[in-house]
T-cell receptor
Framework: DAGVIQSPRHEVTEMGQEVTLRCKPI?????LFWYRQTMMRGLELLIY????????DSGMPEDRFSAKMPNASFSTLKIQPSEPRDSAVYFC?????????????FGPGTRLTVT | LAKTTQPISMDSYEGQEVNITCSHN???????ITWYQQFPSQGPRFIIQ?????VTNEVASLFIPADRKSSTLSLPRVSLSDTAVYYC??????????????WGLGTSLAVNP
């Protein structure tokens, strides 16, 4: 299995631009998570899906952030408009169960820099 | 939500046993304790999980006292490749909309030659 796939691995954009991060979970997993990691705040859960349905999006920082999961093999996290404080590493993870407290498999992350 | 407290950093030497303790005073009945490891520029990786007493796998052991208000991750005979950040998480197994795992900043373990 290829594991969780994220793209792009690195993204540099200017403030105000739209950013779309992509994730392909492990086949057969029914839960998907989006995280953000910074030095100051550590790893924060933004949103998680179960069977393609958003279950908890209370971690999404503001309306500029949105996430979708149109099918079991693809999810996107969009930031529009982006701001410098959005600079972070964004991880996608998937789990074969509904995720709590079971093992989550993380992707390699997308390093986002907003200038 | 159960909050965890763990040391910010630890130092060790190759071949030593390392014990990282995590405090979770307000752990709930349904909560499990899970540890993850994260190397630089990678996503976290599951190490071990337990509910009570002791759990052991090929990588580590997890010790949980009877009151479950703390847990200790034990790494036997560490090597340089064990240098990483270790996260202790507490979360419940119930179904619902408000379950979360609070990751915090973890413990940065440095293994020296």
């Amino acid at each position: 299995d290829a594991g969780v796939i994220q793209s792009p691995r690195h993204e540099v954009t200017e403030m105000g631009q739209e950013v779309t991060l992509r994730c392909k979970p492990i086949s057969g997993h029914n839960s998907l998570f989006w995280y953000r990691q910074t030095m100051m705040r550590g790893l924060e859960l933004l949103i998680y899906f179960n069977n393609n349905v958003p279950i908890d999006d209370s971690g999404m920082p503001e309306d500029r952030f949105s996430a979708k999961m149109p099918n079991a093999s693809f999810s996107t996290l969009k930031i529009q408009p982006s701001e410098p404080r959005d600079s972070a590493v964004y991880f996608c993870a998937s789990s074969p169960t509904d995720g709590f407290p079971y093992e989550q498999y993380f992707g390699p992350g997308t390093r986002l820099t907003v200038t | 939500l159960a909050k965890t407290t763990q040391p910010i950093s630890m130092d060790s030497y190759e071949g030593q046993e390392v014990n990282i303790t995590c405090s979770h005073n307000n752990i709930a009945t349904n909560d499990y304790i899970t540890w993850y490891q994260q190397f630089p520029s990678q996503g976290p990786r599951f190490i071990i999980q337990g509910y009570k007493t002791k759990v052991t796998n090929e990588v580590a052991s997890l010790f949980i006292p009877a009151d479950r208000k703390s847990s200790t991750l034990s790494l036997p005979r560490v090597s340089l490749s064990d240098t990483a950040v270790y996260y202790c998480l507490v979360g419940d197994s119930g179904v619902g909309n408000n379950r979360k795992l609070i990751w915090g900043l973890g413990t940065s373990l440095a293994v020296n030659p």
